[in-house]
């Protein structure tokens, strides 16, 4: 939001690019910031890739240079030319007439003051990693969050503040942990009040911070205990906003939902209950504007009556065309603890569109990060398999956010291990009920995902096929190549590879491949920066050597995660034609011609 104006970023899915785009009075138009898309790169998850000014836009090109646009004139002009650096977190400071931001260039992260004539000025450093900045209305204040190597953001963080002196600098800057053990995260001023989120009692909650007697206390809000945030992998996100009448819109998530609630005058009330999840919230005039997800629907952006309570849609929220197929909805389930040191898993099963009796086969999905989760929002790849006979189990294993500090921690030293086996639990858990066939249970995922799900495959026998998209197969090799922010995130799901060489190898699939008894197919990008290419042809010719059926689809032009609608489509299509050819007997999986796969190498 600046003054009545609402902006936010969407993708175009025939090319992948990111643009700006604005509502106000005159109805909606996309901001003209020329050609190339908008996307931080910092920390290779970006965020915070542009900020609005009264009189000015500010936004991060692909190339990581800077550029602004007068609103008035319409004029773009190349801001912070240089190309050695990259940014987020942008965030306005109207009354410097300024924006701030986090820059990192040569492994060294500052947080910036970006003048309007091109200035750039350092306002501290000093500090391994910087949270996206937070200022205080009248421009007096501001507030940061840091981490330090090896930490993580959501394992151990600092909150920053200071002061802004009469020319621009920042002053008596002083960082604090929370009071015990904990992350903080998403500062902002509201009026003289600083609040931020801070998981250090167990979940992520709303906290003032305040000083008295020269020192902060944490003052704890009467929010329920449940996480009213997820992992900060990137920059700038918001997940709470005030009301400008009073009171405040927070996002609680529950058994994998989002859900949003206002809370005025000590009143709670949800509201925009059809959606579940919400991100980027800001207040607006008669309450507030977000992101808004649902299972039914793309994402949208929202605004949401505070009287009311009623979201209108004002972009996106497109419903796919009912009269051809109606989306699936998930159905979400709980696998009960197995013993006294595990607990209880969250998932969402989709299933077939079907008018089979007979249990159909399914795919369960690990999803990334592997400090992320799986959200009940639409997901047209989830549909695609449902529509073609099979069902879809999304599973929220150990170490998932959404669950609080705890569940999120338990994967330490334990990955491949702890997220496998609760992968086996869903599968065992759902063939009990009857819900999906025993005897047809593929796994897949993505990134990290992908590593989980060949770990589920070495560690048993009961998996049809697994599906590795990009995924991680030596974790060695990986520590060796990965960027700064994960340096020490390896470390930390396995522990230290010299102390813990047994652990490393038992975990690594490409050494594991002879316990793999499964057919296994592969998907890469020749630029992928993340998961170095070269593993996933070493594993392949692992299962290969020792007689494994094995598909490699090799996509040059894709980096870590593919853009391009082609490529993705054709993922799915190969995915269908392998998945099928090994449940023959089952009439919804309709059989296509043998295709050969794509640039097979």
């Known amino acids: 939001m600046c003054g009545d104006s609402i902006f936010w970023l969407a993708s175009e899915p025939e090319t992948g690019s990111v ?13 003209n910031t020329g050609p190339g898309s908008i996307r931080s790169r910092l920390n290779g998850y970006g965020g915070g890739a542009y900020a609005v000014l009264p009189g000015r836009v500010v936004w991060v090109a692909e190339d990581q240079r800077v550029w602004q646009l007068n609103r008035v004139t319409g004029r773009r002009t190349l801001l912070v030319p240089e190309v050695d650096a990259t940014w987020g977190g942008l965030v306005a400071d109207p009354q410097h007439e300024r924006v701030l931001a986090v820059r990192e260039r040569h492994e060294q992260q500052a947080l910036m003051a970006l003048e309007a004539t091109g200035q750039v000025r350092v306002l501290h450093q000093g500090l391994d990693f910087y949270g996206a900045p937070a200022v205080s209305q009248d421009g007096s204040r501001v507030a940061w969050c840091s981490w330090q190597l090896p930490d993580m953001p959501w394992l151990q963080s600092t909150l920053w503040q200071a002061t802004v002196t009469a020319d621009g600098d920042v002053a008596g800057a002083s960082g604090q942990s929370p009071p015990v053990s904990g992350s903080v995260q998403q500062p902002q001023f509201v009026g003289e009040h600083l609040w931020v989120i801070s998981d250090h009692e167990g979940w992520w909650q709303p906290w003032r911070v305040t000083r008295r007697d020269g020192r902060d206390q944490w003052l704890k809000s009467t929010a329920p205990m449940l996480d009213h945030a997820n992992a900060p992998w990137q920059l700038g996100e918001r997940h709470s906003c005030p009301l400008r ?19 005025r005058a000590g009143q709670c009330q949800r509201v925009a209950e059809g959606w579940t999840d919400f991100r980027d919230l800001s207040p607006s005039a008669d309450g507030l504007v977000c992101i808004g997800r649902a299972a039914d629907r793309h994402d949208a952006v929202l605004k949401v009556c505070a009287d009311s309570g009623s ?63 799986a959200y009940a929002v639409y997901n047209p790849q989830v549909q695609f ?15 998932s956010t959404g669950a609080g500090r705890d569940f999120r921690l338990r994967l330490a030293g334990r990955w491949g291990e702890a997220d496998a086996r609760d992968m086996v639990r869903c599968a065992d858990y ?60 390896l470390d930390w799901l396995l522990g230290n590879p010299q102390s813990n060489r047994a652990r490393w190898q038992a975990r690594t699939p490409a050494l594991q491949a002879d316990q793999i008894s499964c057919p296994a197919i592969f998907f890469q990008g020749g630029k992928d920066a993340v998961v170095v290419p070269e593993q996933t042809r070493r594993m392949v010719a692992a299962l290969q050597d020792r007689g494994q059926p094995v598909e490699l689809h090799w996509y040059e032009d894709e980096g870590h995660g593919f853009q391009r609608a082609e490529n993705q489509a054709h993922m799915l299509e190969s995915l269908y034609r392998f998945y099928g050819s090994l449940v023959p007997d089952n009439p919804m999986i309709r059989q296509k011609d043998n295709e050969p796969a794509h640039k097979l190498s």
């Open 385 to 399: 398999w449902c529509q073609r006979g099979f069902a879809v189990a999304e599973v929220n294993y150990t170490g």
């Open 311 to 373: 979201a209108t849609i004002l972009a996106g929220g497109q419903v796919p065309d009912r009269s051809i197929m109606a989306p699936v909805a998930p159905v979400a389930f709980v696998v009960d603890a197995e013993a006294p040191d595990t607990l209880p898993v969250q998932g969402f099963l989709y299933p077939p569109i079907s008018a089979s009796a007979a249990a159909p086969p399914v795919i369960l999905i690990a999803h990334g990060g592997p400090t992320s989760a």
């Open 245 to 263: 009448e009073g009171g405040w819109a927070r996002v609680q998530y529950r058994q994998g939902i989002g859900e949003l609630w206002l809370e």
């Open 430 to 489: 759902l063939a009990a009920q009857g819900l999906v066939c025993a005897d047809n249970v593929f796994i897949q995922g993505r990134s990290s995902g992908g590593f989980t799900a060949l770990m589920a495959a070495v560690q048993t026998d009961r998996f049809k096929a697994v599906g590795s998209l990009f995924g991680v197969t030596d974790p060695l090799r990986l520590r060796a190549a990965t960027h700064r922010f994960e340096s020490g995130y």
């Open 19 to 31: 643009a700006l785009w604005q509502a106000d009075n005159s109805g909606i138009c996309r901001v």
